[in-house]
């Protein structure tokens, strides 16, 4: 035999996952949701998806290349096309694009390549940019483009109010009423309502969600401990005073789909035992009603998700598994 | 159907050689014995050179109680006490010995016929567990832990249950399988042997789902014997490890070091050890052969080999076709577990399970990058650790927060790095900080 | 202008408050400590390098101060300061100094470069020293040689050590190398020394760990020691011994009269600096992986 031998220590085989495997994973899970908003929104969705993928794509490669130095070539890992795509799912389609570019700017090189790049940003980047947007850009960020859109409108479509609105009217006035100009619990799955890019159709987000369960990319602790916390706290507040919205529109208007499956279990910011992403989707749940509730913004879940990025190293700290040998029993 | 409740993974099983029955090995040229095959002080040789030895003749004395006799494989004649490189990649005392002819001692019973305890009433626990400490056995699934002193617990362990470990798990490896097909009664007859040497009347036989074949043949023999239940279970790696097996057959879990599986009154053993021990007190054979695998894609015939120890490995391997070309790692054990062997003379040792031809292709890491901080290694653990942690914690030294989370616990199963998407060393660095750590806690005593 | 004012007596209020509050608790809980400590602590250099032996210079002024209530500073030495910093410290306490003019560094103790010593298969493995030596004897046939991973290149806080990619050996700056003991401790083969050297800094050195026997040593290395003596059948001063096939020098016998160079047939003793020098060495493979606590602006 001519090679020489190779020596390592156990173990010599691999699973054979990758990062690659599960970002680009990520990223099929959320064409259901892409493939959505090019429907309700035509034009505007394509450029800002475009626009807001390429910009991170560039920011990530150009720190990379001239300010790092790092002759490994790391957007091919597939994680910032995710974070592109989900900016671009936190937008509304008719956002000027070099507001995008800005948010992408914020998003891959304050938020992730500042603090080290990826595994080692303490923030969810896409998220952090959203935020930075939102207080950036106010008008922008809050004026949607209703859905069923010609395909050539951009910058001109027809804006509205979304639901998120609505239900916070009908707490500030005490007025249940109006809370009946709501769309249908249909309307809201389906996505044929106002919101941004990605966070309308609850139907396309569940089935990624279930694509990335299926694939083992994701487990179920994080989006069904914030949805059901959310279900719960509606649920009861909407049983003692009908000004609150039915806990079933509740769970399908804002971003709080999205957030619970695509943003919250983002495995960087995330805490990484099973008992710990409970703790972290039920604190998120319960940040995200509040804010709704009593914050001055409609919607609360990128607030909520970004403060409990912020717990994440304390949760993963204290809630640690179950180690083997801690409980002895005998169930023979 | 029972299994562990934490961790675990699912490598591939590539059960190439299940098929293959056991057959003779070649007898080697020169038979090389490692004075270090088992856990413990090193055997202390009693020959030197130029003495002639039968087969079975002790050759080296037990350097202590825990610690075990070595017997010849083979006749011939002492040739040197030299050094040889091992499966650890360093060159350690061994006695070499020329092969002549193939000579037993006379003490040893060679006939086939089966022999049962109830036809020897006279047997003690004692001279049952004096019989297998003279025969030189140790645990056969790789430890190599010395058997004797494992059926002897420290006093206050309650042992309810001897569980006879025949679950290999590890991919590739078949030795196990195919003895409890070839030499079902033996191996019963050997779980009662052991179940008496520790006083109790309930032992299981744990054996993974993969090997229908062979759960059925071992229910069914299992009938003719009292107190022994055969007890399938999911495939899932480790479910070998005696930790996991304890949890999954019993439902108890061992507490944390230093607390032995014996304290929740369990005594594991391997399915070869248990046909050894019977080999030992039945027909008075000590311990000098073993079922070897030798496989891999790349090889032309996988096979399961009866070998003596002192064999070199090259020449199993050509037995089973000879070393292929694109042969890139040899791997001592299974893939999961085993030890990258720096060459092919490397000769067989009492806990030597297998040997596994990789191809270059398939034995080369992928480049590690980053932590995704995905998880998944915490999810496979199979003792509840967190491996990112500690593998980042061994790199930078921080042996207070290694202790602090269990490190010690570690069964180095390799789940961990098996998992990882990012391809982290994750082990390679476990392993520093579990060694270094038990070094300082043993240092504060 | 009214709230000017208001926030103005506020806030200074409050101030002040807060200040005298600081002030009573700093004076109540005050920690009564030996204003030597802080004398020493700032004479020494701190580097917290530990090559005292105390984990960082506040520990050695702690010691300097207890030693000198017992009358000597004897035992005490800042290998990273020298005389210099430790006459200082006895001059600041009121004693002689104790130090030796001793001078030391670190000296690595293989020659098996790339040329020399090649590699005979292919190390997998996490790129750390450590590891590599857990592992099996490494990618050359010399299981006492450098691996060449870097560990203690990676540990010396005073970047006197670099990895030469050519050889694949690390090298010494002995003008930066304080002999503070990091590197030697990093070392899992115990291949650096810690040797007094000249005032040149200099001296002789057997660059070779290999204790097995010569004819197996010199298939595994070009430059290995082979134990056959004839070094120290040269040595005027009787400063070499060879124990398990392997020379030692005595630093301190030695006198550098160079005979054991010129005798060595092996070329395996050199003055301390020097190497054999390669010719189209090849380039390590692993000299570009990280290890686990890499900086990640190499990710």
């Known amino acids: 035999m001519a090679n020489q031998l190779i020596v390592s220590l156990s173990p010599h085989v691999h699973s054979g996952d990758s990062v690659q495997r599960n970002m680009y994973g990520v990223c099929i899970a959320l064409l259901p949701a892409l493939l959505c908003s090019f429907w309700f929104w035509g034009l505007g969705a394509i450029l800002v998806t475009t626009v807001s993928v390429a910009s991170c794509l560039f920011v ?36 000027p694009l070099w507001m995008v570019g800005i948010g992408a700017l914020f998003a891959i090189g304050v938020v992730k390549m500042t603090f080290g790049g990826l595994g080692c940003n303490l923030f969810n980047p896409a998220l952090a940019a959203r935020a930075f947007m939102l207080i950036s850009f106010p008008v922008e960020m809050t004026t949607w ?36 100009d709501l769309p249908s619990a249909f309307d809201m799955l389906v996505g044929a309502t106002g919101g941004c890019m990605g966070e309308v159709c609850a139907l396309a987000l569940l089935l990624g969600l279930g694509y990335m369960l299926i694939r083992h990319i994701i487990t179920w602790h994080i989006p069904v401990s914030i949805i059901a916390t959310v279900f719960v706290i509606t ?8 000004v609150f919205v039915s806990p079933v529109i509740e769970i399908l208007s804002g971003g709080l789909m999205l957030g ?73 | 159907m029972k299994t562990f409740k934490i961790g675990g993974v699912h490598p591939q099983e590539n059960k190439l050689s299940a098929s293959e029955p056991i057959r003779q090995a070649p007898l080697p040229q020169v038979a090389v014995f490692p004075l270090g095959q088992h856990i413990g002080a090193p055997a202390k040789p009693i020959v030197s050179k130029g003495d002639v030895v039968k087969v079975g003749q002790p050759i080296a004395e037990a ?74 056995i140790v645990g056969l699934g790789g430890a190599c832990f010395p058997t004797h002193v494992k059926l002897s617990p420290p006093p206050g362990n309650k042992i309810e249950w001897v569980i006879i470990n025949a679950v290999e798990c590890e991919p590739y490896l078949t030795a196990d399988h195919r003895l409890m097909l070839e030499h079902t009664d033996e191996i019963l007859v050997g779980t009662t042997l052991i179940m008496k040497a520790v006083g109790v009347t309930q032992g299981f036989i744990a054996i993974e789902n993969n090997k229908p074949d062979a759960i059925r043949l071992m229910t069914e023999h299992a009938r003719a014997y009292t107190g022994i239940e055969v007890v399938p279970l999911k495939v899932k790696y480790p479910q070998g490890g005696e930790k996991q097996l304890i949890d999954a057959v019993v439902g108890r879990q061992v507490p ?83 030890k990258a062997l720096v060459n092919t003379e490397v000769p067989v040792c009492k806990g030597s399970s297998g040997i596994l031809i990789m191809t270059g292709t398939d034995a080369r890491r992928a480049k590690p990058g980053p932590c995704i901080r995905c998880g998944k290694c915490v999810t496979a653990c199979p003792m509840g650790l967190e491996p990112y942690l500690l593998a980042d914690g061994a790199a930078r030294e921080m042996w207070d927060l290694l202790e602090h989370n269990d490190i010690t616990s570690c069964i180095e199963c390799g789940s961990c790095q098996f998992t990882c998407p990012a391809h982290r060393p994750l082990l390679d660095y476990v392993r520093i900080g579990k060694s270094t750590v038990t070094g300082i806690i043993k240092s504060r005593s | 202008m009214d709230t000017i004012i208001l926030a103005i007596c506020v806030l200074g209020g409050a101030g002040l408050v807060l200040a005298s509050v600081l002030y009573v608790v700093s004076r109540r809980f005050a920690v009564q400590e030996d204003p030597r400590l802080d004398t020493v602590n700032d004479l020494l250099p701190g580097a917290n390098c530990g090559g005292c032996g105390f984990p960082g210079c506040s520990a050695m002024a702690a010691a300097c101060v207890k030693a000198a209530d017992k009358g000597s500073l004897e035992g005490l030495s800042c290998p990273v300061g020298g005389k210099a910093v430790m006459d200082q410290v006895a001059a600041a ?79 010494v700056d002995p003008g930066s190398c304080t002999a503070c003991g ?118």
């Open chain 1, 60 to 95: 990530e490669w150009s720190v990379n290349k001239f300010m790092l130095k790092n002759p490994r070539l790391t957007i091919t890992d597939g994680s910032a096309v995710i974070t592109g795509l989900l900016l671009a799912f936190n937008l509304p389609s008719n956002i």
């Open chain 1, 145 to 180: 483009p209703t859905t069923g859109q010609p395909f050539t409108t951009y910058a001109d479509a027809q804006t509205g109010a979304t639901p998120l609105a609505l239900i916070k009217d009908a707490v500030k006035t005490g007025d249940a009423s109006l809370l009946d």
């Open chain 1, 235 to 242: 649920g009861i507040m909407h049983w003692m005073n009908p």
């Open chain 1, 260 to 332: 619970a499956i695509f943003m919250a279990t983002d495995y960087v910011t995330s805490p990484m035992t099973p008992k710990g992403q409970l703790v972290y989707g039920i604190a998120i749940g319960v940040l995200t009603v509040i804010i709704r509730t009593f914050g001055a913004y409609p919607e609360g879940m990128s607030f909520a998700i970004l403060i409990m990025n912020a717990f994440t190293p304390m949760i993963n700290m204290y809630c640690k598994p179950q180690r083997y040998g801690a409980v002895e029993g005998s169930d023979k």
């Open chain 2, 63 to 136: 350097g202590g109680y825990v610690s075990a006799p070595i017997h010849s494989s083979v006749s011939g004649t002492v040739l040197k006490i030299d050094t040889v490189i091992d499966a650890s990649g360093y060159a350690k005392p061994a006695v070499f010995i020329q092969v002549e002819g193939d000579e037993w001692e006379e003490s040893i019973d060679r006939s086939k016929q089966l022999v049962r305890l109830e036809e020897h009433p006279e047997l003690t626990d004692k001279d049952i567990i004096a019989k297998i400490q003279n025969a030189g």
């Open chain 2, 256 to 338: 944390a070091p230093p607390a032995l599986p014996a304290s929740v009154g369990a005594i594991i053993q391997n399915v070869g050890t248990a046909y050894a021990v019977y080999q030992a007190v039945m027909k008075n054979k000590p311990l000098f052969e073993r079922v070897v695998t030798v496989t891999g894609k790349s090889l032309a015939h996988p096979s399961n080999l009866m070998t003596r120890i002192g064999t070199p490995m090259n020449l199993l391997i050509d037995e089973c076709g000879g070393l292929p070309e694109d042969t890139g790692k040899i791997i001592g054990g299974g893939p999961m577990m085993g």
């Open chain 3, 93 to 171: 306490l009121g004693l002689e100094a104790a130090a030796e003019d001793t001078t030391r560094i670190a000296v690595v103790r293989c020659n098996g470069s790339c040329e020399n010593r090649p590699h005979v298969r292919i190390y997998d493995g996490a790129p750390t020293c450590r590891i590599a030596h857990a592992t099996s004897m490494g990618a050359t046939a010399c299981a006492y040689g450098c691996l060449g991973c870097g560990d203690c290149v990676a540990k010396c806080q005073f970047g006197a050590l670099t990895l030469n990619t050519e050889t694949g050996l690390p090298e």
């Open chain 3, 182 to 299: 990091a590197c030697a401790k990093a070392c899992p083969r115990n291949l650096i020394e810690i040797r007094s050297v000249t005032n040149e800094l200099t001296g002789m050195v057997v660059k070779c760990r290999n204790k097995d026997k010569g004819i197996l040593a010199k298939n595994e290395c070009d430059v290995s020691c082979i134990g056959c003596r004839l070094c120290m059948k040269q040595c005027e001063s009787n400063a070499i011994t060879v124990e398990d096939n392997l020379a030692y020098i005595d630093a301190a016998a030695c006198t550098l009269c160079g005979k054991c160079e010129q005798a060595c047939p092996r070329k395996s003793i050199h003055k301390i600096g020097e190497w054999s020098t390669p010719q189209e060495a090849p380039v390590e493979e692993n000299t570009t992986q990280e290890t686990l606590t890499t900086k990640n602006n190499t990710q």
